[in-house]
T-cell receptor, first 112, second 113 residues
């Protein structure tokens, strides 16, 4: 079992839809959970991060972590065509020698 | 502007011809790394460097070399490229290894024929 699993997609939704992107993980030591967004022909950029369980909201984006289920989600409300990108979850155990472990990414297309 | 710069952006080469992909960051970051991104496999770390003259293997280091002689530069070297190294390569930097935010370059699309 891979450490981080992400729905492969692709995902296509109409403008204004609520989007749910999900990742599961197997390493219970992960404490930091991130979402990176990657536009076509660009490198990934950090979108949001959370520590441990709970929710974090930033505008139309909400990141949710359920450590008991080893499941994280990114919700996008009122999706826009500009949200069309590949979304990668990433996780870290924290500490001086930890590193980012990425999911495979899911490509989202928001249709006008 | 804070950035990670990779060159070239696109490269087509032949099997066995040595090549170097350059990476430079202007943020005074200690930690730098190289990833390759392949469909269905996601981002996989090739090599990383925690500081000048300190480098170590990532998850898929076979066929690659790196060096870190200066803090800002972290070139990726393919001594004898093979077709299975055809991929999209990203250089990234961050303040430290455990930093949550990695800053990525624009990517280098490498094709080995």
């Amino acid at each position: 079992q891979k450490e981080v699993e992400q729905d492969p997609g692709p995902l296509s939704v109409p403008e204004g839809a609520i989007v749910s992107l999900n990742c599961t993980y197997s390493n219970s030591a992960f404490q930091y959970f991130m979402w990176y967004r990657q536009y076509s022909r660009k490198g990934p950029e950090l979108l949001m991060y959370t520590y441990s369980s709970g929710n974090k909201e930033d505008g139309r984006f909400t990141a949710q972590v359920d450590k008991s289920s080893k499941y994280i989600s990114l919700f996008i409300r009122d999706s826009q065509p500009s949200d069309s990108a590949t979304y990668l979850c990433a996780m870290s155990v924290g500490g001086a020698n930890s590193k980012l472990t990425f999911g495979k990414g899911i490509t989202l297309s928001v249709r006008p | 502007e804070a950035q990670v710069t990779q060159n070239p952006r696109y490269l087509i080469t032949v099997t066995g011809k040595k090549l170097t992909v350059t990476c430079s960051q202007n943020m005074n970051h200690e930690y730098m790394s190289w990833y390759r991104q392949d469909p269905g496999l996601g981002l996989r770390q090739i090599y990383y460097s925690m500081n000048v003259e300190v480098t170590d293997k990532g998850d898929v280091p076979e066929g690659y070399k790196v060096s870190r002689k200066e803090k800002r530069n972290f070139p990726l070297i393919l001594e004898s490229p093979s077709p299975n190294q055809t991929s999209l390569y990203f250089c990234a930097s961050s303040i430290s290894r455990d930093s949550l935010e990695a800053f990525f370059g624009q990517g280098t699309r490498l094709t080995v024929v």
